[in-house]
């Protein structure tokens, strides 16, 4: 167990994930997934699906779940804006659907481009019917995650977990 | 409404839907909203038939979604040209999977049905085929006529994949024929069906 410094909370995703059971892990690559994706990556019961745009993978995650897997959604925040009819998917047919987000456009953002997804996505969650949590402190990611995950994939549900830019780390340039 | 070739093109949409879905055996199916749906449900709703009602773009990601979960069973995606073009990256990302169970059919009358008939971008230069093509998919072909069709068939049904066609059929309107609505209806029954009764208490 972690008792060092710095929580490794992407570890503790993963973690949570494999408890979870969860089988196919879609994807847009955001920098601050970077260690997560690695992680899922090496794990001989994933299923890593590369997408060209989010809103594929809410589309995905409903055609596992009819087969009967369960899958987890990686994106950065502006990719919340990619998915917003799609949504509607798993609204409608009440199918699980676990996102988890690394904010951006938040304190101390350098690219204003990320602004207005980075204050949005969370309020979109919501009208779109996705149950949000927001992580601010690394030691609450993985139990955050795990709780979200569990209720998704019980009631079934939508299940947002929000990651701080703080967590992720402030970058200094490119988008 | 745009008139032009597609108006003459032989293949009929309803029987080549029946054909695709007849003595379907293990087959899962997913229908692209609108007229797809409909061929789908007058070839004879089915449990393990998925017709959307929305999700536009959508249809082939679900395919896939169902195609690795379920990999020992075959998965047959039918949708319109237009809700396929809607969402085009998907088969590039079908083909990074490489699902060799999955089959995507597109029904293409070269028109948006559901809104009025207006011509899609297939009415001009698109070729769908190509695209799958560019994108990847190892097994693609284009069917104009009766002879295509049946030549294509077992391969839509078995070939290892991943497998798109490309079907042009004649632009007409049809009377409707409508799947079940409710969302978690579709889905539960799907379920149940596939995964026993317990997927769904
Ligand atoms: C996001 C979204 N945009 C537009 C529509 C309206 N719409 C419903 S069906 C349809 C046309 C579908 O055309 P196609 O897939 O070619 O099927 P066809 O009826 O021609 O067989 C459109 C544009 C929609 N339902 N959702």
């Known amino acids: ?175 | 409404m745009t008139s032009g070739r597609a108006e003459t093109y032989p293949l009929r949409r309803r029987e080549v839907v029946a054909r695709l879905v007849a003595d379907r055996g293990e087959l899962l199916v997913v229908g692209g909203l609108g007229a797809p749906s409909w061929d789908l449900t007058a070839a004879g709703d089915h449990p393990l038939t998925f017709p959307l009602w929305g999700a536009m773009g959508g249809a082939a990601m679900i395919g896939l979604g169902l195609a690795l979960a379920r990999p020992t069973r075959r998965v047959l995606v039918v949708t319109g040209d237009g809700e396929m073009l809607m969402g085009l990256g998907a088969l590039a990302t079908i083909a990074v999977q490489a699902p060799a169970n999955l089959a995507v059919v597109v029904l293409d009358n070269e028109r948006y049905g559901e809104t009025g008939m207006q011509a899609t971008h297939t009415a001009g230069p698109t070729n769908l085929g190509a695209v799958a093509a560019g994108a990847g998919f190892p097994v693609v072909g284009d069917i104009f006529d009766q002879a295509q069709l049946e030549a294509a068939l077992p391969r839509i049904r078995a070939e290892p994949g991943p497998v798109f066609f490309n079907i042009k059929v004649r632009a007409e309107d049809l009377p409707l024929v409508l799947p079940p609505k409710d969302g978690v209806h579709l889905k539960d029954r799907f379920r149940a069906a596939l995964l026993g009764p317990a997927a769904i208490e």
């Not at chain 1, 950065?76 to 987000?101: K, T, Y």
Request: hydrophobic letters at 50%; one cysteine or more.
């Open chain 1, 1 to 175: 167990m972690n008792s060092g410094a710095a929580q490794d909370w992407p570890r503790d995703i993963f973690d949570a994930l494999a408890a979870l059971d969860v089988r196919q892990v879609a994807y847009v690559p955001d920098a601050g997934h970077t260690e997560l994706l690695a992680r899922c990556a090496a794990a001989r019961a994933v299923r890593m699906v590369l997408l060209t745009t989010e809103e594929e993978g809410i589309a995905l995650l409903a055609g596992a779940w009819l087969g009967g897997e369960r899958g987890v959604l990686l994106m950065q925040s502006s990719g919340i804006g990619n998915c917003l009819n799609m949504f509607s998917l798993a609204r409608v047919c009440r199918f699980p659907l676990l996102v988890l987000v690394t904010m951006r456009g938040e304190a101390g953002e350098f690219n204003p481009w990320q602004l207005p997804m980075g204050r949005n996505a969370g309020e979109l969650l919501r009208l779109a019917g996705v149950r949000v949590t927001r992580v601010d402190e690394a030691e609450q990611v993985g139990p955050a995650v795990a709780a979200a995950g569990r209720t998704a994939f019980a009631e079934p549900a939508g299940a947002a977990v929000l990651i701080a830019q703080r967590l992720v780390g402030v970058k200094s340039f490119d988008g």
